[in-house]
């Protein structure tokens, strides 16, 4: 893999990024170097101006939430230029600073500690899926517990627990 891709995590992205490089490189070698090279994602391509412009706004707005994640997180004893700590920290707030595995709360000093971790809530090697909206932020107990399972394995359908997950991740999409 090209130096510049090892940061990049998704291996679906990484084989795309390594395809788009080889289509690249045949065109210079065919029509020489362009002034500019421009690509849109098919997902984008269907999108009007108006949805792409909406999608930059999105975008902006949460370079700008990450922004000040990063200054409330310099005056917690976090690391601000860290993703891993930013991460932490909007997933502490949009889930009210609670465990949603556990119920418990999550105080600002454990934050920072062994004693909570980020979870992938569907186990990412069988969904691949590793955006903030698979994750939460969960004390390791519970996490442990849950292990490389679904919260449906984990738990089970039928139960209350599986019922009250449900309702906290529910509301904390909203």
Known sequence: LPQQ???ITNPVVQRGLVEVRKVVN???REHGRPGQIVV???REMKDGPKARSEYSARVRAREEERKAAAEEIRGMGGRPTSGSDVLR?????QQSCECLYSGRAIPQEALY????????????????DDSQGNKLLCYRDA???????TPAQWIGTESRGYEDLQRSMIA???
């Open 40 to 42: 849109e994602l098919a």
């Open 26 to 28: 045949a065109i210079i």
């Open 143 to 149: 996490n442990q517990a849950k292990g490389l399972r």
């Open 113 to 128: 500690t062994g004693a909570v971790e980020i979870d992938h809530i569907l186990p990412r090697w069988q969904s691949l």
């Open 172 to 174: 904390v999409c909203e």
């Open 5 to 7: 891709f090892t940061d």
């Open 89 to 93: 920290y909007l997933l502490w707030k």
